[in-house]
C-alpha cells in the first residue's frame, strides 16, 4: 500500500468531496495531503508524525478542545537521559501552547506522573474554567476607552488634558 493509500484511509473528508462509492476524490485526497505536508500549524505534521509511530506512540487521552496527547511505548528517549519518556500533544486545529489545559501541560512536562484521564487534578471552588490565551482575537478583553473596543466610543472626561511638549 503506498502513501497516497494510507493518506487516504486517514483523511477526513467533507461529504462533498465523496466520489459515488462514498470515497474521498483524488483532489480532496491530495489537497490534505499537501495541507498537511505544509501547515505545520494545524495538527501535526509528517514529523511529527512518523516520530510518534518510530516510537510506538501511544494515545493516552484527549481534551475537552479535542487536543491529543501521546507517549512512547519503548525504552525511554527522553534527551534529559533520566529514563523518562517522550510525550506530545497533536493540537486540534491551530497549534498553540496556551490550548493545553493545566492537568495536562504538567502531564506533559512530567510534573506529575499520571494522565488527567486516570488522575484528574481536584478542581477548587474558586476556580474558573479554562480558556486559553485569547490575545488577537475578537474574544480578547479591550478595556473601556480601547480604540479596538466594539460599540460607542467612550465619552472623554472634561476634566482630560492632552499631554503636548510645549506645555511641559
Known sequence: ????AVFRQ????RAETLDTRGEPD???VMLSFIKRLFIWWHGATFG???QIAKSGGKLIGKDDQGNRYFEETGAPSHPDGGGRRRRWVVYH????????????F???????AEPPTIAPLPVKKFEQPYLPNMTGTPL???PKGSLA????????????????????
Open 26 to 28: 483524488d483532489k480532496s
Open 1 to 4: 500500500m503506498g502513501p497516497i
Open 140 to 142: 480578547a478583553y479591550r
Open 93 to 104: 486545529g491551530v497549534a498553540e501552547a496556551s490550548r493545553v489545559p493545566p492537568d495536562w
Open 48 to 50: 511529527t508524525s512518523l
Open 106 to 112: 504538567g502531564w506533559l512536562n512530567h510534573i506529575v
Open 149 to 168: 473596543r466594539a460599540g460607542d466610543p467612550v465619552d472623554v472626561d472634561d476634566t482630560y488634558e492632552a499631554w503636548s511638549p510645549e506645555n511641559a
Open 10 to 13: 486517514r483523511a477526513k473528508p
